[in-house]
């Protein structure tokens, strides 16, 4: 900010009067947060200005997502204009609380999960590298779902981070866009939001577009005074833009979604075509020596075809040359291979919503077929296989393979699963286009702003340098034997996990002891990442507690927080069963001091913000081979805590990097998964052998937890021991891994007590966090996919 603090000051009192009609000291919290919101953006508006004056000159990379899981900004903004002790020193003289202001703001959570936070880390470290790179997407009303419980059962509340406008957004009427459908069009109005980078000038931009009527009211139903059908179209349109599907992983091919999708997609695209011709004019030989579009997984991949219309119907080009400039322009990057979250559109749900995009959608597997049968002219089978349109569905992963040059999975792990088995056939068709880009997360956020105890430690040890350039860690590890530093670790990690205690005693009203082990698994609830191995591993320790009240033991918390999609029934009931594990084990004066189970209501950015800090203990217990890469387990890491894990996604390299022995790395491999996959795995085997085994899972039907007659208990047992049509039992191997996740809680345990030695543990974590920072993926990403350069305004 370039502004001192008595104007800072001028600033707030004008913003609060202007808008709310009152002095500073009468204002409410959500009052100065709204004023210091409107004079940061008064503040920014030349810079902002001017950055897009000089990105305007060079190649630009746009990230198409569906999800931008951005959270709150002001604090973040403030740091990375380097503001926040100036702001808070104003507040305490006007008598405010800074962190009162601070939770004033609703987080913005127009994403699911580790997608679409991945966006929001991607856009800070493009503003923060200078480099010309910017956001696209859906201006939802209503993010994912507010969660809370209730007979511990997940309800569903609505998301209404709107309800009193958005400080952070500037309406662009003047590049409103017509979008149209199979049954008629709507505007899409642009908003954009600043994306400020941190000890630079540069603000980049995310712009999400809402869906508006043509027409506000009929006037000729009005006059019928038929009111309901007067506004019916005005609603119908801005459906589109009106709610995030709360899906992660299961495709629903519901036709509002495909809508969504198309509606931002074609919005984004006549956009930037129409920059690209005020600077370029309609030669569009040099598009992708100007433009660059990466779409984030299949949801954004009718861009292919639409960008295809855009140039063949609207700019006159032939087909081929038009497909050429295509493939140069898009790369996709794949986030699942969950065969269940892999796009199929039916045909006829697609031709009915956009018919001239499907059309073109017809020309581009015509020519694929084409190319396929010259290529494999005997293999009928795998040129079905390839097929865009197969039967009636349209394989949306296979058109963003074919109409892009560069395919990425978002782990080493991950991107050797998809080219040797996934994407196999397209891998030996396309060698050249199959790349890694392991993730990353912004240490501006996940530590600058959420831990500023250990931030500052870091910064008295080896300087400020990490700000933006995370791998200076590493000259932490010339600390690892001195014991004073490995103390002020010790002490920080007490410090936050005293915070995290008076957060949940204040929201929750569950008292924590600090000194407990806190061990967290945060992230959404699905099978496949094992919450229900983590719950079961503590209902086995309780009843052993109960049998052997003398045990030697360290006191542990164990942490839940996730959303289970509304339609996820065994998700609803896992998370249903934990809080009845810790309803029981909680009210147990035998075990009090021992064993405690939380369940964080409403799981979401600003929460993980208190989270990750206090963590000893990292949960990232996938199958091995289901979990792309994981990004929560990136933020624990670089705040210090251990990881208790599977060899799965990232957290392969998370070990290669910090060292095996300084994590608790268990159970079966990918090949070894397939192994058992292909001998037969059958869960009686380690049910009936594995100790203390049999009675946590008959207790899922045994009378000792009650479902309250939802038979949701009798689902889950089901889904271990039994075999169905649709899956094997047991098919996430949580029986099988048991034995090997209980010795490595057990080595937790024991390992926890020697203060020093586990220090250097975290030590060796941090200091080995650099590769994770979502400036070095970034970077990756601007040079070898999008071919992008910085350009930075003077300061
Ligand atoms: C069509 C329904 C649907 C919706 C969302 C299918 C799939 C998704 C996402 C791809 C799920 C997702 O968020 N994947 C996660 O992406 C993260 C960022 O790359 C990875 O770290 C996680 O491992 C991966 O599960």
Redesign the pocket.
């Known amino acids: 900010m370039r502004v001192g603090k008595e104007e800072l000051r001028k600033q707030i009192e004008k913003y609060v009067k202007v808008s709310f009609g009152k002095e500073i000291s009468e204002a409410t919290e959500f009052e100065v947060y709204r004023a210091l919101g409107q004079a940061i953006m008064e503040d920014i508006a030349e810079d902002w200005y001017e950055t897009n004056k000089l990105y305007s000159q060079k190649k630009q990379a746009y990230y198409f997502s569906a999800e931008f899981l951005m959270g709150r900004a002001l604090g973040n903004n403030l740091i990375n204009l380097g503001v926040l002790d100036e702001v808070k020193e104003v507040l305490t003289e006007l008598g405010i609380d800074y962190n009162k202001v601070e939770d004033a703001e609703e987080d913005s959570a127009l994403g699911?999960?580790?997608?679409?936070r991945?966006a929001a880390c991607f856009l800070d470290s493009l503003a923060t590298l200078n480099l010309p790179g910017h956001g696209y997407g859906i201006r939802y009303r209503n993010g994912i779902f507010n969660q809370s419980f209730k007979d511990g059962y997940q309800v569903e509340k609505p998301e209404t981070w709107l309800k009193y406008g958005d400080v952070w957004s500037v309406m662009r009427p003047a590049d409103e866009v017509i979008v149209s459908f199979g049954d008629g069009s709507v505007r899409a109005v642009p908003y954009d939001m600043p994306i400020i980078g941190y000890g630079t000038r540069n603000i980049n931009t995310l712009r999400l577009w809402e869906a508006k009527s043509l027409v506000d009211l009929d006037l000729g139903k009005f006059n019928q005074q038929d009111y309901l059908h007067a506004t019916q179209d005005k609603t119908r349109a801005e459906d589109i833009s009106r709610v995030l599907y709360p899906?992660?992983?299961?495709?629903e091919g519901k036709k509002l979604r495909l809508k969504q999708q198309y509606f931002f997609v074609s919005a984004s695209l006549q956009d930037i075509l129409r920059k690209y011709k005020r600077i370029h004019g309609t030669n569009f030989d040099e598009f992708p020596s100007y433009v660059a579009i990466q779409l984030n997984?299949t949801?954004p991949v009718i861009a292919i075809p639409e960008l295809m219309r855009l140039f063949v119907d609207l700019e006159g080009l032939s087909w081929e040359k038009a497909w050429s400039i295509v493939e140069k322009t898009f790369s996709y990057t794949n986030?699942?291979i969950l065969a269940e979250?892999l796009?199929k559109w039916w045909v006829g749900l697609y031709e009915q919503v956009v018919p001239r995009v499907y059309q073109i959608t017809q020309g581009i597997n015509n020519q694929l077929r084409g190319f396929l049968a010259e290529r494999f002219p005997n293999d009928p089978a795998r040129q079905d296989r390839m097929s865009i349109i197969q039967g009636n569905m349209i394989h949306m992963a296979w058109l963003a393979i074919y109409g892009t040059h560069a395919t990425n999975g978002?782990a080493a792990l991950h991107t050797e699963i998809l080219k040797h088995k996934e994407l196999k056939d397209w891998y030996e068709l396309y060698p050249e286009r199959f790349l890694n880009k392991t993730?990353g997360i912004t240490q501006r956020r996940w530590l600058l702003q959420s831990n500023p105890e250990l931030s500052a430690l870091i910064t008295e040890l080896i300087g400020n340098e990490w700000i933006t350039d995370l791998s200076q860690l590493k000259k932490l590890e010339a600390y690892v034997d001195d014991e004073e530093v490995l103390k002020k670790l010790l002490s920080i990690k007490h410090a936050k996990k005293i915070e995290l205690v008076k957060y949940l005693r204040e929201v929750q009203g569950i008292e924590v002891n600090p000194n407990s082990i806190f061990d967290i698994q945060i992230k959404r609830l699905h099978e496949y990442k094992r919450q229900l191995l983590n719950i079961f591993h503590v209902i086995g320790l309780y009843n052993k507690l109960k049998l052997n009240p003398s045990m030697s033991f360290q006191p542990v918390t164990y942490i839940y927080g996730a959303k289970a999609a509304p339609g996820y029934l065994v998700a609803k009931g896992i998370i249903r069963l934990i809080n009845e594990v810790a309803q029981v084990i909680n009210k147990d004066p035998e075990t009090n001091g021992k064993l405690r189970i939380v369940f964080v209501e409403n799981y979401r950015v600003s929460v993980a913000q208190k989270l990750f800090p206090a963590a000893d203990i990292s949960e990232q217990i996938s199958t091995a081979g289901k979990?792309?890469?994981?990004?929560g387990n990136m933020k624990f890491m670089l705040n210090g805590a251990l990881t208790i894990g599977t060899l799965d996604?990232a957290n392969v390299e998370i070990v290669e990097e910090a060292g095996e022995e300084n994590n608790f790395i268990f159970g079966l491999k990918v090949n070894e998964i397939e192994e058992m996959r292909a001998k037969g795995y059958d869960p009686h085997v380690p049910y009936n052998s594995v100790e203390g085994l049999k009675k946590i899972v008959d207790s899922l039907i045994d009378g000792t937890f009650n479902d309250l007659g939802t038979g949701i208990y009798g689902t889950i047992h089901r889904s271990l021991m039994e075999n169905a049509p649709w899956h094997q039992a047991d098919q996430y191997f949580v029986l099988e891994d048991f034995e090997a996740y209980r010795n490595a809680q057990k080595r937790i345990n024991v390992e926890y007590r020697d203060r020093l030695s586990w220090a250097k543990k975290q030590l060796m974590n941090i200091a080995n966090a650099g590769k994770f920072s979502s400036d070095r993926t970034i970077k990756e990403y601007a040079d070898e996919i999008w071919f992008i350069e910085p350009a930075k305004l003077e300061d």
């Not at 899906?247 to 495709?251: E, I, M, P, V, W």
């Not at 979990?627 to 990004?631: I, K, L, N, R, V």
């Open positions: 699911n999960g580790g997608l679409g991945l899906n992660d992983s299961t495709d997984d949801h986030h699942t979250a796009e978002v993730n979990e792309a890469s994981g990004t996604g």
